[in-house]
């Protein structure tokens, strides 16, 4: 079929949003633009764009709030909501739908966690730092996932299912320790209004309410409640996702055995009217497709189809050119790394990371509590486990929460760049090299 000029002008961004890497490409661009930036003349520019005062009001009623803050509060908001709908649709239908499915990638996601705390806790338990132990337990899933893509056709597609489990229960993790070692304080006034917004989201959700409109305002009145309340807002956007319906209104049989009569009244129509243009019965019979498919799908699946690229190409790359922005003297990098908390964060994902993930993966499969994927090995594990060191966006993120308006955001902040760098070029190269040939000895040896 002959293209049109539009379309042609437009399959090259269609290709390249549907590419696993873009998403990564474009964060990795936006963190690179915000370092270039902060180490120019310009820098001043940079810094002040971010402490920019905006001011929602509504009559009597005013949020103000920096720029940075508005990032980090509100779209970050939206990108934990999207988290969580995949890990509600995961734990639905996905790879954490069974404990066989999920022992795996959920040990050895406690690996990855609990290691890289460790070992940050070691090297900073006697400085002020010490609250930062959650930063390097953090994956980021898009440049992760980036990575593997890089790797080539090669990769198994149960290694690329095992990152993505294993990087989905490394989320839950995240929003767990924010929501229980970083808050602050509580106002237990607007606790309560946030439980009065989200038990009217999950009564509409019993009550069979599929308005995406209706919980998109009952999300917000949550979202501001949980902000004043003293709990991140982030976890808003999470208690918000696992609220929505995940049901269909008609079952797969019944979608198919309708789409099917559908189908062939449109064919019918067809022949009895050979005409360029539809005629009016089958424009009735596409409208009534359209609304099965509309029945057939669910409010969390239409929202991560819709959201997701406004994630990977909006709200990602914002929050990273806000966040990343580091004045870094080349010269002194070096001393950078007797800063307990540059150190600690470096160790922990660059080696706690991997260590963790490979050495509970291993005892998981040797006791028998997890089963090994098919067709991978342990070698593919490791490399895996080198690649979930990038921590990035989450790591940046929990920087924030740990050391705001301190400087110790800055020695975390580069240990989180340094490391990202290290473990995202050692993990391509460590899987290009288990990748490249396909030995015969696979990981059910273990067992």
Not at 268 to 276: L, N, S
Not at 371 to 395: N, Y
Request: charged share 15%; aromatic share 10%.
């Amino acid at each position: 079929m002959r293209k049109t000029p539009i379309e042609r002008v437009l399959r090259p961004f269609q290709e390249f949003a549907e590419r696993e890497a873009s998403g990564g490409i474009v964060l990795l661009a936006s963190a690179v633009l915000a370092l270039v930036w902060a180490n120019t003349s310009f820098a001043p520019s940079y810094f002040s764009l971010w402490e920019t005062e905006l001011r929602l009001t509504v009559g009597s009623w005013k949020l103000q709030k920096s720029l940075l803050h508005f990032i980090n509060d509100g779209l970050m908001a939206m990108f934990f909501f999207i988290i969580g709908l995949e890990i509600k649709r995961e734990i639905l239908v996905g790879e954490l739908s069974s404990l066989k499915q999920a022992a795996l990638p959920l040990v050895a996601a406690v690996g990855g966690m609990v290691v890289p705390a460790l070992l940050y806790f070691a090297f900073a338990r006697n400085t002020p730092g010490v609250s930062g132990w959650g930063i390097p337990m953090a994956t980021d899933i898009a440049f992760a996932l980036g990575i593997l893509a890089l790797a080539g056709k090669r990769v198994p597609s149960s290694l690329k299912v095992f990152l993505a489990a294993l990087a989905i229960v490394d989320d839950i993790g995240a929003v767990l320790v924010i929501a229980l070692f970083y808050t602050s304080s509580l106002d237990m006034g607007y606790l309560l209004w946030a439980s009065g917004a989200l038990a009217l989201m999950v009564a509409a959700n019993a009550l069979g309410v599929r308005s995406i409109l209706i919980y998109t305002v009952l999300g917000l009145f949550l979202w501001y409640f949980v902000l004043k309340s003293g709990i991140h807002a982030t976890i808003a956007g999470v208690l918000a996702a696992f609220t929505l319906p995940a049901k269909s209104v008609i079952g797969e049989s019944r979608f198919s055995l309708r789409l099917g009569e559908l189908m062939d009244d449109f064919s019918e129509a067809g022949r009895v009217f050979q005409q360029r243009m539809l005629d009016e019965r089958q424009e009735s019979i596409i409208s009534a497709i359209e609304r099965q498919c509309e029945r057939i799908s669910n409010p969390v699946q239409k929202l991560i189809r819709v959201l997701h690229p406004w994630s990977a190409f909006l709200i990602m790359p914002v929050f990273a050119f806000a966040n990343s922005g580091l004045e870094v003297p080349l010269g002194q990098l070096s001393e950078a790394l007797r800063y307990e908390v540059t150190l600690g964060v470096l160790v922990g994902l660059v080696v706690g990371k991997p260590l963790g993930i490979l050495a509970f993966s291993w005892l998981s499969v040797k006791s028998g509590l997890a089963a090994a994927p098919r067709g991978v090995t342990w070698p593919q594990i490791s490399a895996v486990g080198l690649i979930a060191g990038i921590g990035f966006t989450m790591s940046l993120f929990i920087t924030s929460l740990a050391f705001e308006g301190s400087l110790l955001a800055s020695e975390a902040k580069l240990g989180v760049l340094m490391a990202s760098v290290i473990a995202g070029s050692s993990g391509l190269i460590a899987l290009r090299l288990a990748t490249r040939r396909h030995p015969a000895e696979l990981m059910e040896a273990a067992n």
